[in-house]
Every structure is written in C-alpha cells, then in structure tokens.
C-alpha cells in the first residue's frame, strides 16, 4: 500500500516520483537505491535505518534527496505500523482497518521528522508511541456514538483514570467529591463529564430487555428497552388540541376573540367582561357558552377531504 499522503505543513514536502529522479537523489544522497523499501526485512530495515537516518540530518529540507531518504524510512518502517495495528484489530467501532493503517503511518511520520540519531536511541522505541498514539486518538474521536467535545472527552479519561487510583486507596467506589477533590476540579465539572461518558456507547430501543422477566426458552418475552423506558407525553395531546384550535379561532368575530381573550387570558369575571363591553353578565355567559360549544364540537367532528 503507498504511504499516505502526509496532513501537516512538516509532511507535505514534493515526493518524487519518477524511477529516474529517485535513482539521481539516491546517488547524489550518497545512498543505496532500494528499489522496494516495504520488502527490507526487519532486521536489515533497523540497520539501513540508522544510515539513512544519519544522511537525513546532514540534507537540507525540501531537496528532492531529502524527500528520497525520508519517503524511504516511511516505507521501510511501515512493518512497525502493521505490528501496532494488530492490537487494535478487535475494534470495530472505529472504521475500516486500512484508515487506522493511514492513521498509524501519519504516527510513523511524526516520528521520523522527531527522531535525533545523534542520541543513538532505537528508532522502534521512539515510534511506537507515536504510531498507538495516533491510532487512539482515531478511535477516540470516531468512537463515540454521540459526538460530544474533546474537553469532555478528555475528561471522561481523567475520570476512569481517577476512579481506578481512588478505588485501591479507599478500599470503595469514590463518590464525585473525591473524585473533584482529585482531580482538582469541581464537582459540577465531574458530574458533566461523568453524563459525558454515556454518549460512548448507545444501545437500540428495539433490543431486547434483558432486566424483563424471559419465557421457559430463556428469551425474552417480547418486550424491548421502548416498552419499558417510553411513557406518554401528556403536553402532546396539548400540542394538537392547539393546532386543532387555532383556524377554529380565526373563523370567530373580533368581538367573541376578545371576549375569549379577557375570560381565559387575563381571567376576569364575567361581570367585568360585560363592564368592559358594555353588556350585562347574562349576554356575556351566553355568547361564550355558545362560542365555547361551538370550538368543542368543530374539534371534535371528522374533517372532510376537502378540509
């Protein structure tokens, strides 16, 4: 597979790739031509590396023998990506295992453009990190099932972190002032991170609910997580008596809207109601009673098709 192509400033320098250019940066690099750098054994990549790595410091940035020698160790060192992904293989809420190939090789990268051969360090130990490191903060970002902010994410890895130390010092689950008092924070910023961490994973509402009773076969008797979590809104019936009413009301005088208005609105009696119109009581109790009708009898009747 080709190397990817590199996302930061430090990894988007020119790659040559014509066989004859390749051959010209080798030998003015004063190094081997490898005609596949991903076929090096192990063995002999290590000690190639060390060559290579040694010329990489001593050639200016950005010159096609550079790019030749560092496109080089990125191949050569790929094996060290595909050693770190093994461990990851098992995780499949993460995507497709050729993106957290691409991932880790942008690890590899980062570690190539770190790495000081004058410290005489392994290039493997220096690497590895770089490589798992990138691969966990693939999953960390793409994992979730519900998007939430990087803080939050963070924190809720602060917090298992804090809750395992707490649990083995106190002999007993932390409660969320010794887990802010740990971790140097509030307890509001506890609690946010601890409802943050249920956005990781979700679960269907047509599951099966485990905690209902099962049936002589050991299944459950039907029931999913919808039957036992949902509830009835009573406010939706509401919504619809609204939508119901509102052309019904349109359809009423300016006079019986004001009168609607003054009863239910402002509540006043229907004496100050006929005060305010100049009409008595006894009018004001008939026109909203016959109005009143009117809207439950409209509400209730089966609209045409026309409707």
Known sequence: MPAPAPTSSSQTDAVVPHPRRRVQAARIADLPRIEEPREVAPSDARELSRVFFRRLSE???GTPEHQYVRNALIEMNASLVQYAVRRFRGRGDGGDIEDIVQVGTIGLIKAIDRFDPARENEFATLAMPYITGEIKRHFRDTSWAVRVPRRLQELRL???KAKEELTTTLDRSPTVADLAGHLG????DVIEGLVAANGHTTGSLD???SGHAEGADG???GHTLADVMGEEEPALERVEDIQTLAPLLEQLSERERRMLRMRF???LTQAQIGAALGIS???VSRVLGRVLAHLRASMLEDPGPGA
Do not use: C, F, R
Not at 185 to 188: P, S
């Open 207 to 209: 599951a099966p609910h």
């Open 281 to 283: 009581q006894m009018q």
């Open 265 to 267: 609105g402002e509540e």
């Open 158 to 160: 602060d917090i298992a």
């Open 185 to 188: 924070i509030t307890e509001e």
């Open 59 to 61: 050639l200016p940035t």
């Open 219 to 221: 299944s459950a008797d």
